[in-house]
């Protein structure tokens, strides 16, 4: 196995093996003091894997992908600013900063080609897909003739 492969004793699976799980997560607690960590799906099929991150409330702008060699840290960060109106009309403002974010690393297997992996952000949910090599693909059974 692997040095820099981590694995979860909590999900034992195959994906976990392959991809590995450092949680490297950098979280801000939004002032709640409980960190908040984005649920995270991986996916394998036939052609390649799939990571799905749950990070609604943010944009694709938020988000920062890097490919190190084999490790894929998956990044994102949010700062925003309230502003407030007394009962009285009148008007003050309160600027409460809120800083949150996270990071993700996942190591990948030698199986993927990592020249050719995209990533897209929609309806609250990023989804980075990584193809696997066409030398690494599950093929069907064939039929070998037998010559004579």
Do not use: C, W
């Not at 979860?8 to 949680?23: A, K």
């Not at 991986?42 to 694709?60: C, N, S, T, Y």
């Amino acid at each position: 196995m692997n040095p820099l492969m981590r694995t979860n004793n909590h999900l034992p699976s195959l994906i976990e093996n392959f991809f590995g799980r450092d949680m490297n997560d950098l979280f801000n607690t939004n002032g709640s003091g409980v960190a908040s960590v984005p649920a995270v799906n991986v996916l394998e099929h036939q052609d390649g894997f799939r990571i799905e991150v749950a990070a609604p409330g943010l944009k694709k702008e938020d988000f920062k992908l890097n490919l190190n060699h084999n490790n894929l840290t998956i990044s994102g960060s949010q700062e925003t600013q309230k502003e407030d109106q007394d009962k009285n009309n009148e008007r003050y403002t309160r600027r409460e900063f809120s800083y949150s974010s996270f990071q993700r690393t996942f190591t990948l297997p030698t199986s993927v080609d990592a020249e050719n992996i995209q990533a897209a952000y929609t309806d609250g949910v990023l989804k980075i897909n990584i193809p696997k090599r066409e030398e690494a693909k599950i093929k069907p059974p064939r039929q070998i003739e037998i010559g004579g």
